[in-house]
């Protein structure tokens, strides 16, 4: 399901939260990956935008590690953006799970509810099925709460063809 941007409010951004920040980028069949501004982590805004000026041929994707608690996918479209958060329940505690949330229109439960609920992942899970990662696989890697973000975007990276590009990036830090 693509949805569209929305301007973040100008008092969104906070101080860089730990994680990072990347675009995959598939061209002419070879995957290539960049970093994307910090504020990405706390702004979804500025990571749609980035997205967005990365035209390319192929897939552009945006992988948000944030705070080693919960990743972001994202996917540009024609329609807007396709979206995915690992864990729903971060909506509670940062501002750019809440704005996830926000754009595909979910609500969570109300927050005692929440707190006490394992995490689960929300939005298109089959964000990444063109790509070699079945909607069901990816439901499965995001619900592996042994997983840190990092290492649940490292095994995306390798299901879908851009492990190396991705940890050169990410290891250049």
């Given at each position: 399901?693509?949805?569209?941007s929305v301007?973040a409010?100008?008092?969104?951004r906070?101080q860089?939260?730990?994680?990072y920040?990347?675009?995959?980028?598939?061209?002419d069949g070879?995957?290539?990956?960049?970093?994307?501004?910090?504020?990405?982590l706390?702004?979804?805004?500025t990571?749609?935008?980035?997205?967005?000026?990365?035209?390319s041929t192929?897939?552009?994707l945006?992988l948000?590690d944030?705070?080693?608690?919960?990743?972001v996918?994202l996917?540009?479209?024609?329609?807007?953006?396709?979206?995915?958060?690992?864990?729903?329940?971060?909506?509670?505690?940062y501002?750019?799970?809440?704005d996830?949330?926000?754009?595909?229109?979910?609500?969570?439960?109300?927050?005692?509810?929440?707190i006490?609920?394992?995490p689960?992942?929300?939005?298109?899970?089959?964000?990444?099925?063109d790509?070699?990662?079945?909607?069901d696989?990816?439901e499965?890697?995001?619900?592996?709460?042994?997983?840190?973000?990092?290492?649940?975007?490292?095994?995306?990276?390798?299901?879908c063809?851009?492990?190396?590009?991705?940890?050169?990036?990410?290891?250049?830090r």
């Amino acid at each position: 399901m693509a949805v569209q941007s929305v301007e973040a409010p100008a008092d969104v951004r906070e101080q860089a939260l730990p994680g990072y920040a990347v675009a995959a980028i598939r061209e002419d069949g070879r995957w290539r990956c960049t970093r994307l501004d910090p504020d990405a982590l706390v702004d979804l805004d500025t990571a749609i935008t980035e997205l967005r000026a990365l035209r390319s041929t192929g897939a552009v994707l945006g992988l948000l590690d944030v705070d080693d608690e919960f990743f972001v996918l994202l996917r540009p479209g024609p329609g807007g953006v396709a979206l995915m958060v690992s864990d729903a329940v971060a909506a509670l505690d940062y501002d750019v799970a809440a704005d996830v949330l926000d754009l595909l229109r979910v609500e969570l439960p109300p927050e005692d509810d929440a707190i006490d609920a394992p995490p689960w992942p929300e939005g298109d899970l089959g964000i990444l099925a063109d790509l070699g990662l079945p909607a069901d696989e990816l439901e499965v890697l995001a619900g592996e709460v042994e997983l840190y973000p990092d290492e649940q975007l490292a095994a995306i990276g390798r299901r879908c063809g851009f492990a190396e590009a991705l940890a050169e990036v990410v290891d250049a830090r």
